[in-house]
Each structure stands twice: as structure tokens, then as C-alpha cells.
């Protein structure tokens, strides 16, 4: 679903360099020294801890779809900050960098990580910043293609507390590889500013995050178990993995209003924390590839989901945009072929089998009603009503969430529950963002 407004052998060198050192990882086609994650994307840090992921984005290439954003332009001499909110705490951390889409080296002149001042914009609480190095060193360029994990630095962080970071941009940076729909707010600046406490610097601002893929923890609340009050902890984070509504497409900016959001929430309250990550991408397709919507669901299944540090369950929500865009008027994915749901089920098949490869748990999700919307058509509606009865009765995934009847108008099934709706027919409002985590069986995940 989607918003209608919108090698060569110098570089493999360099990145093999680049892995040599203690804490620094490097991955991508320029990478071929990188040092391999062990199950279910895990690595340890260099205490022996396991890493786990806390937050997430899926990268993708520059576009200027949706509303404005920098991607296309890239960044020269200017510091960019953004803020994220992590779901599981550690007394240590690190980033995750990526430069997927480029086509030239990437340099890093200096990178810092904070706790988010609250209420603060792009202030960061007094004290908390840390320097972040790359294998000892302050500044990297991270090869075209490839991404990286910072060294790990001391910092308390709990679940659900926001921590900002900052990278300056000193060179001229070209088209950023970027998560498009952020539906929170990230700042620029012109000149160095990565140690700056206050944010009166940062002038300009964005909902879109720029090279910025992880936020990965360590110790403390990562590696302790249960909490105080809190059931024996499960296996792993959950990714939840899909387009524009795992996106959290038409939720509240800087409110933390995705369902993966009320995922995490819920449960924590129920006494069974684990972290959630997004791996969502507005407009994405399982099978076909697009310019502004990312690489298709089976392509980029490994990188954004499977591989994460320390993932234990995926939840696939994903085929809407396949049959609904050959309905749509909209000119941003076109031609737009006409997928049945034998071809659309072929397709979860795959991302089925990556996961059980990787020994991972997956869980299906039946696609949401769309009566109503652009998407929505006598052949769109048929291919969907086939594909979510192959998963209630394949037994094909492990486990399944019937986000089509737990969101559907009792007056109308074909259309989402006008409580729920964001007001386009497809997409939930916060309301139902909450539904649908509470749609979720936990015993399942």
C-alpha cells in the first residue's frame, strides 16, 4: 500500500581493511571481507555478549516519492540528526549504517548517539552523548553498496526510551540511500554539530531517516532475561515485515503510533517484552521490484528481516500493492501486471522457506479489507479473498493473525471499520493500528 502524495577490486580492498578491526562489520557487494552473522543474524559483541536488534528501518534507493525529503539531493558539509525509539534496553550500543544504494563511497566525518532530550526536538539529554568510532577510528567510508556496524559505546538505554543520532556529512554525500516514510521527524544542519546538546543548530527537517538502518543493544535488559514482573523471555525479537501499513503509513508523526509500536507495548504489558522490529516499506510488492517502493518482498527478506541481529519470529503482511495497483489510477507504479493469487501465494512460499532455512519462526497475516479504496476492484477483491483462505487453511506458515476479519466493518465485510480507517478505505488510523496488535495471539509469536 501506498501515500497518493506520494565493483571493483580498490573498493573490495578497502572493505576487506575496513573488517579487519574488532567491532566493525561490513556487508555488500564491495565486502568480501566481512565477518559472517551467526544464527538468526546474530554477532557478538567483543564482551561475548549477543547483540540484539532494538530498532530498525529498510533502506532504500532515493526517490522523490511521498512528501518532501533530501534523498535525491544528498548531503555536503552538513550535520543530519534523527530520532528513533528502541524497544528493548541495554548498558550498551551500537549503529547500523547502510549505503545500499549508493554508487560511491560514503564518508562518515563523525557519528554520536544520545538519549533524546523529551520534548526537546533535536536536543539530546545533557551528558549522554557518546562518540561513536568505527574499528577505533572516528571517521569510515563505508564502500558503495555495503553498510557497517559502528563499535559498540557504553550507554544505560531502557525499552521505549528515544536515543538520537548524529552524523556529520563533511563531503559531498550524492543520492542517499534512505527510508522514505518515518512518520517522525529528523533534522539538518549546515557545519559540524554531532556533539551538540542543544538543537537551536538544526534548522531544516524531514520524516525520512538517511543511512541510518539499526540501533542495536547489548548487556543489561539484552542479555539479563526476564525482568521484575516480567514471564521467562522468549525466543528473539519479532520483525514485522510489509509495505505502507507495517510502515505505519497514516499514523501519528513523532507519536510511536505503527502497529509495530502497539506490539511491543502489548507485550510488555503482558509481561512478555520482547523487541519489535519494522521492516516495512511503503509501496512495497512481493514480487516485483519498484523505483520508489524498494526491492521486492522476496529480495529484500534476508537483509531487512532474517538477518537482523538476534531475530527470532517474522510476521508477513504483504500483497496488497501486488493485486491493487493494476486497480489504481495512481501513475507511481505503472505498468502494474495482474497478479493472481496463485502467483502472489508462490511468492510467500519463498519468504516461508528463507525462514524456516534460517531457522526462523514466520507468521502470516491475512491482507486487510480494501472495499472502497483505489485499490479495490472486482479482480482485486477476488484475489484477495483467495489468498487470505490459503492462509487460514494452508498450514503453510506456522502460526496466523485474521487482520482481514479483525478490522472489517460487521455492516460490510469487503471494508475496513470506518473506526479503524484513516479515511483512504486502506490504510488503519492509530485506532486500528492498536487493533491490529491486539488481533495478534502472543502465545503464537
Not at 317 to 323: F, R, T, W
Request: hydrophobic share 35%; glycine share 14%.
Amino acid at each position: 500500500m501506498f501515500s497518493r502524495t506520494r565493483t571493483s577490486v580498490v573498493a573490495a580492498t578497502a572493505a576487506l581493511a575496513l573488517t579487519a578491526g574488532l567491532g566493525l562489520t561490513v556487508t555488500g557487494a564491495h565486502a568480501s571481507g566481512s565477518k559472517p552473522s551467526g544464527p538468526s543474524g546474530s554477532s557478538e559483541s567483543s564482551h561475548g555478549s549477543a547483540w540484539t536488534a532494538a530498532w530498525a528501518a529498510s533502506p532504500q534507493r532515493a526517490s522523490t516519492g511521498f512528501k518532501p525529503n533530501w534523498s535525491e539531493d544528498g548531503f555536503s558539509g552538513q550535520t543530519l540528526r534523527q530520532v528513533v525509539r528502541v524497544t528493548e534496553g541495554g548498558d550498551r550500543a551500537r549503529i547500523r549504517l547502510s549505503n545500499a544504494y549508493g554508487t560511491s563511497p560514503l564518508h562518515i566525518a563523525g557519528a554520536t548517539i544520545a538519549r533524546t532530550k523529551k520534548g526537546g526536538g533535536a536536543a539530546v539529554e545533557g551528558g549522554s552523548v557518546r562518540r561513536l568510532t568505527f574499528e577505533g577510528r572516528r571517521s569510515v567510508a563505508i564502500p558503495a553498496h555495503g553498510q557497517l556496524s559502528s563499535d559498540q559505546v557504553g550507554l544505560d538505554l531502557k525499552p521505549f526510551e528515544s536515543v538520537t543520532v548524529t552524523l556529520h556529512l563533511a563531503r559531498t554525500t550524492g543520492p542517499a540511500t534512505f527510508h522514505a516514510q518515518s512518520f517522525a521527524t529528523s533534522y539538518r544542519a549546515d557545519g559540524d554539530h554531532v556533539a551538540d546538546a542543544g538543537g537551536g543548530a538544526f534548522d531544516e527537517s524531514t520524516e525520512s531517516w538517511y543511512f541510518l538502518s539499526g540501533v542495536d543493544v547489548a548487556g543489561g535488559g539484552a542479555a539479563a532475561g526476564a525482568g521484575a514482573g516480567e514471564k521467562p523471555r522468549r525466543s528473539g525479537g519479532v520483525v514485522l515485515f510489509g509495505d505502507s501499513t507495517t510502515d505505519g503509513f497514516a499514523s501519528s508523526t513523532d507519536r510511536n503510533r505503527r502497529w509495530s509500536d502497539a506490539l511491543a507495548e502489548r507485550l510488555a504489558d503482558a509481561g512478555t517484552r520482547r523487541p519489535v522490529l519494522n521492516a516495512g516499506i511503503g509501496g512495497n510488492l512481493v514480487l516485483n521490484d519498484s523505483a520508489w517502493y524498494g526491492e521486492r518482498g522476496t529480495a529484500r527478506f534476508g537483509r531487512d528481516a532474517l538477518d537482523l541481529p538476534g531475530v527470532g519470529t517474522v510476521v508477513v503482511l504483504e500483497g496488497l500493492n501486488d493485486i491493487g495497483f493494476s486497480e489504481s489510477d495512481t501513475p507511481t507504479y505503472k505498468p502494474a501486471p495482474k497478479v493472481s493469487a496463485a502467483e502472489l501465494i508462490a511468492g510467500h512460499r519463498k519468504l516461508i522457506r528463507a525462514a524456516k532455512k534460517k531457522g526462523v519462526r514466520v507468521v502470516g497475516a491475512t491482507l486487510l479489507p480494501l472495499g472502497g479504496s483505489d485499490h479495490y476492484g472486482e479482480r482485486a477483491a477476488k484475489v484477495s479473498d483467495e489468498f487470505n483462505a490459503w492462509v487460514r487453511t494452508s498450514g503453510e506458515y506456522d502460526a496466523y493473525v485474521d487482520f482481514d476479519r479483525a478490522l472489517a466493518d460487521s455492516a460490510d465485510g469487503e471494508r475496513m471499520a470506518p473506526e479503524y480507517d484513516s479515511g483512504d478505505h486502506l490504510h488503519p488510523n492509530d485506532a486500528g493500528y492498536r487493533a491490529m496488535a491486539h488481533a495478534v495471539n502472543l502465545e503464537q509469536l
